[in-house]
Each structure stands twice: as structure tokens, then as C-alpha cells.
């Protein structure tokens, strides 16, 4: 007969377990508290708070969305007003990649220690400047001039990438809220870069001038700073009013920002964040590279002009917007992340393999609806998995900022090789999208290693847990935690992740290089 066993946990909750043979299952009740903390700020933040911050984050977030999807769009048009080749135009792009893996770790120890409402601030203020530089570079026609307008913009981006995300960390905890509020931001930022690549060769024709394209992307961005200006006095209004929240599974106090720089914690991330982190070296970088040539690609496979070519390509890139804020509703009420990583890197790698050899009109179209619904999957399961896989909330922003800079390692090592394939295959695509089927069937082994896993690891099974099931195992994560830390488990784990660490570290030294290559190599004057 099963035993009903109530103990104290660390954070102050109840814990019940249930004992059987073999078999214990926590359940978590949170105690009756004051809705008033110790300095007589409200413990309690309402809904209707924790909505009003993602719909304006939300709305920072579209305009460089926006912008995000205007270059793509607008390679074939850069390469025969600027005259570059696909090396060329291959190294304006890994030029923020660059800035991207140089910086990113910075800034996300820094929005930890600060808060991601400041550096959203004067990251976006940064942002503006960069593309006001791009849109000088386009009206006088300099590659050199846009590269160097791509680096400034890169150093705001940097800031806004991670701040975002920290915002949200702080206000939900995973399976409560966190995935959906996410999903909502990721959704909105798909129809901002649905509209930025379908509208850009439109504005391009219609003034007659590819520089409007840019121009119009400043105004946009101005309009994203007094946003941010808005929401930062917002959040400044919020400290003073509320205490924060916890995360209702493990009491764990979720906080927007530290009292000092966690290097410790950066240098002890546990092995399924890295796991992870593995996933989405090759499915986010096959993303992002395929959707950043997907318009030029419809103008050769469909044989059309770069207005239709940019509405064919935006549509199979973001018209999965509806399915992002499902996804985190999913994920939030059911869990399943790696289930969900299976579909979304076998899709991917359906998609690839129409797009290599199909290559009709046919297999391409096909390719980009697989591409659709796929590549929706990828960003909402990708950032909550790596936040329901650390064991620390206060150090997500330094974790985000790891997933960047691997992405954008990857996307300089693949769009070097890429440009070069393509410059010397008469401009195709025909041999370049094998790569892009590689990188996913890599995606496929990564996601059905951890699928398979998940049966025997208690740590990736929480990855599994609904909501449900994290409610009730809230002090199991906890004891994982502390395992994770303590004793020979502890000490072989610390090894473990600092091994990972530094392996990330030779990555972004590796990247460098095929960066420098590029440059040398791609005659960039």
C-alpha cells in the first residue's frame, strides 16, 4: 500500500511523495503566503501585467524582424547594384555573424548582471544607427561602406537578441507561460519578416531605387526605440511596485537581473543544455541560410522576376506564423520538447532533400511547404528547452547568448562554403543544397539520440514532463540540481561542462578563420 510522505523542501514548499516499491512521484503545494513581501511590494503580478510587457517586447521586436528579412530578400538585387559575387555578398553577411560570435557571450553575462530592459535600450539606439549606415552604403553604392554599417548594426542587435528572452525568463517559468509568451513574441517577428521580404523588391520597383528598401527599415526602427524608451520605464515602474515571482514547480526566485557576474554558473551548464545546443547548431543555421537565399532560389527554380520570387519565399518561410503560438501552448500544457524536435528536423530534412533533387517546379514548391511548417517548429521548442534544461534561471540570458553564438558560428562556416559552391557552379543552387541536407540529417541523428535517451535520463525526460507531471516533480528537479553539483557526479559534471565550454570556444576560433578566409579570398573592395 502506498505511503503519503510530506517534507519541507529548500524554497519553503511542501512537498508530498508517494512511496511505492521502486516507484516515488513529489508532489509540490505552494504554502499560503502574504501577497505583500517584507519592503511591501506585491508578490502577486497580475496577468494583464505580465501580457502588457510581451505585447510591447512584441512590438520592439518587429521592426528588427522586419529588417532581418530584407537582405535575403534583396541579394540578387545587392549583387548587381553593388557588383559583388556570392563570396562577396557571403562576407557582408557573416560580417554581423562575426561581430555576432565575438560579442554575444559579453552581452549575455552583462544582461544578466544589468537586466534586459536596458539592454534593449541602448542596444536598439545602436541598432538604428547601424541601419542608417546601410541605408547611406546603398544610396552611394559602397560594399565596403555597408559592410561597415552591418558591424555597428550587429553590436545592437547583440544587445536585443538576449534581452528579449531574459524578459521573459523572468516573469514565467517553464510550463507556466514561458513557451506561450515566447511563441506569441516568435509569431508576431515571423509575420514582421513575412512582411519585410515580401514588400522589399515591392518598394525596390516601385521608387525605382533599391536604397528605399533601407530607408524604409530606419523609420522602422525608429519606431522599435521609442517602444523600448516606453517598456523601459515600464519595467522601472514594475520593480517598484512588484517583488517578482517564482517558478511554481521548484521555488526558484525568477529574477531580470543578478548582483554580480555569474562566471561560475556560465562555466557549469549542465549536459542536456548542451545537448540542446548540438540541435540547434544544425537545424537553425539550415534555417537561416536556406531562408536567406529562398528568394533568389524561386527566381531560378521558378524562373520568375524578384517581386513574385520575394512573395513565393516569404510565404513558405512565414506563413506557419498561426502554428508558433499553438506550439507554445503545446509545449507549455504537454511538454514533449524532444518529440517535437524529431518532427521539426525530419521535416527539415524533407524539405532539403525536395529542394536537391527535386529540382523542378514542383519539388521546390514542395520543399518550401514542408519548409513552412517545419521551420516553425525549431524557435519556440529550441529557446524553452534550453531554459527548461537549465538549473538556474538567473544565468538564461548567458545561456541564450551560448545558442547564438553557436548558430552564428555555424552560419559563417556554411555561407562561406555555400558562396563559394555557388560562384563556382554558375551561380546554382543545385549543388549548395546538399549541404543544407547534411546539416539537417545531422539535426535528424542529434533528435533521435535524445528521443531514444529520454527512456533511461531522468534529466531528459524532464525535457518530457507536461505540465502536469513538472507540477508534481518539482523537488525531484531540485534533487537533480543539487546532484548535478555534489559529490563525484558533481565534480565529473563540472569537468563535463567545462570540457563543452571550451569546445565551443575552438568552434568560434574556427569560425574566425573561415571568416578571415572569406575575406581574403573573396576580394571584398
Known amino acids: 500500500m502506498a505511503q503519503r510522505v510530506s517534507i519541507e523542501s529548500p524554497s519553503g514548499m511542501e512537498?508530498?511523495?508517494?512511496?511505492?516499491?521502486?516507484?516515488?512521484v513529489a508532489t509540490v503545494t505552494t504554502p499560503s503566503v502574504s501577497d505583500e513581501s517584507e519592503d511591501g511590494r506585491s508578490t502577486h503580478i497580475p496577468l494583464k501585467m505580465k501580457l502588457l510587457s510581451v505585447v510591447m517586447v512584441s512590438a520592439i521586436g518587429f521592426g528588427a524582424h522586419w529588417s532581418s528579412g530584407v537582405t535575403g530578400a534583396m541579394k540578387s538585387t545587392v549583387k548587381k547594384q553593388l557588383h559583388i559575387n556570392n563570396a562577396q555578398f557571403s562576407v557582408?553577411?557573416?560580417?554581423?555573424?562575426?561581430?555576432?560570435t565575438a560579442l554575444m557571450l559579453v552581452s549575455g553575462l552583462v544582461t544578466d548582471r544589468l537586466g534586459g530592459a536596458s539592454a534593449m535600450l541602448w542596444g536598439n539606439a545602436i541598432f538604428s544607427v547601424g541601419s542608417i549606415f546601410i541605408a547611406a552604403a546603398t544610396t552611394v553604392r559602397s560594399y565596403k561602406f555597408m559592410i561597415f554599417g552591418t558591424v555597428v548594426k550587429a553590436l545592437g542587435d547583440i544587445a536585443t537578441q538576449v534581452a528579449q528572452y531574459k524578459i521573459f525568463s523572468s516573469w514565467f517559468a517553464p510550463s507556466?507561460?514561458?513557451?506561450?509568451?515566447?511563441?506569441?513574441?516568435?509569431?508576431?517577428?515571423?509575420i514582421g519578416s513575412f512582411v519585410g521580404k515580401a514588400t522589399a523588391n515591392v518598394i525596390a520597383k516601385k521608387t525605382g531605387d533599391f536604397m528605399w528598401v533601407y530607408w524604409t527599415a530606419v523609420f522602422m526602427n525608429l519606431f522599435t526605440n521609442v517602444m523600448t524608451l516606453?517598456?523601459?520605464?515600464?519595467?522601472?515602474?514594475?520593480?517598484?511596485?512588484?517583488?517578482?515571482?517564482?517558478?511554481?514547480?521548484?521555488?526558484?526566485?525568477l529574477t531580470e537581473n543578478n548582483k554580480k557576474f555569474e562566471l561560475g554558473k556560465m562555466l557549469r551548464l549542465p549536459w542536456t543544455f548542451w545537448s540542446i545546443i548540438a540541435f540547434t547548431t544544425f537545424q537553425t543555421s539550415a534555417a537561416i541560410v536556406y531562408?536567406?537565399?529562398?528568394?533568389?532560389?524561386?527566381?531560378?527554380?521558378?524562373?520568375?522576376?524578384?517581386?513574385?520570387?520575394?512573395?513565393?519565399?516569404?510565404?513558405?518561410?512565414?506563413?506557419?506564423?498561426?502554428?508558433v503560438p499553438l506550439l507554445g501552448i503545446f509545449i507549455d500544457l504537454l511538454g514533449n520538447r524532444?518529440?517535437?524536435?524529431?518532427?521539426?528536423?525530419?521535416?527539415?530534412?524533407?524539405?532539403?532533400?525536395?529542394?536537391?533533387?527535386?529540382?523542378?517546379?514542383?519539388?521546390?514548391?514542395?520543399?518550401?511547404?514542408?519548409?513552412?511548417?517545419?521551420?516553425?517548429?525549431?524557435?519556440?521548442?529550441?529557446?524553452?528547452?534550453?531554459?527548461?534544461?537549465?538549473w538556474y534561471q538567473e544565468v538564461f540570458g548567458t545561456g541564450y547568448a551560448i545558442k547564438i553564438t553557436i548558430n552564428n558560428c555555424?552560419?559563417?562556416?556554411?555561407?562561406?562554403?555555400?558562396?563559394?559552391?555557388?560562384?563556382?557552379?554558375?551561380?546554382?543552387?543545385?549543388?549548395v543544397v546538399i549541404v543544407y541536407v547534411v546539416q539537417t540529417a545531422g539535426a535528424v541523428v542529434v533528435a533521435g539520440s535524445l528521443f531514444a535517451l529520454s527512456f533511461w535520463s531522468t534529466d531528459l525526460r524532464i525535457l518530457q514532463f507536461t505540465k502536469k507531471q513538472r507540477m508534481a516533480n518539482g523537488e525531484l528537479i531540485n534533487d537533480r540540481r543539487e546532484k548535478f553539483e555534489t559529490g563525484k557526479a558533481g565534480e565529473r559534471n563540472r569537468?563535463?561542462?567545462?570540457?563543452?565550454?571550451?569546445?565551443?570556444?575552438?568552434?568560434?576560433?574556427?569560425a574566425w578563420c573561415a571568416y578571415f578566409w572569406g575575406v581574403a579570398t573573396g576580394n571584398n573592395s
Open 15 to 24: 512537498a508530498q511523495l508517494d512511496e511505492k516499491p521502486g516507484h516515488a
Open 92 to 100: 557582408l553577411e557573416a560580417s554581423e555573424d562575426f561581430m555576432v
Open 176 to 190: 507556466n507561460g514561458f513557451a506561450s509568451t515566447l511563441a506569441l513574441e516568435l509569431g508576431i517577428g515571423k
Open 230 to 253: 516606453i517598456f523601459w520605464f515600464f519595467t522601472r515602474w514594475c520593480r517598484k511596485t512588484y517583488a517578482g515571482t517564482t517558478d511554481p514547480a521548484t521555488g526558484e526566485k
Open 291 to 323: 531562408s536567406q537565399n529562398a528568394t533568389e532560389m524561386a527566381e531560378q527554380r521558378f524562373d520568375i522576376d524578384a517581386v513574385t520570387a520575394g512573395w513565393y519565399a516569404a510565404m513558405s518561410q512565414y506563413l506557419g506564423f498561426f502554428l
Open 338 to 390: 524532444i518529440s517535437v524536435m524529431v518532427v521539426c528536423a525530419a521535416g527539415m530534412l524533407l524539405s532539403m532533400c525536395l529542394a536537391a533533387w527535386g529540382p523542378t517546379i514542383g519539388g521546390t514548391a514542395a520543399s518550401f511547404g514542408v519548409f513552412a511548417f517545419a521551420s516553425s517548429l525549431g524557435p519556440t521548442v529550441i529557446i524553452d528547452s534550453i531554459r527548461t534544461s537549465m
Open 410 to 431: 555555424m552560419n559563417i562556416i556554411i555561407r562561406i562554403i555555400t558562396g563559394v559552391i555557388q560562384d563556382r557552379d554558375k551561380n546554382s543552387y543545385d549543388n
Open 495 to 510: 569537468k563535463l561542462s567545462l570540457g563543452l565550454f571550451i569546445a565551443m570556444i575552438f568552434m568560434i576560433l574556427g
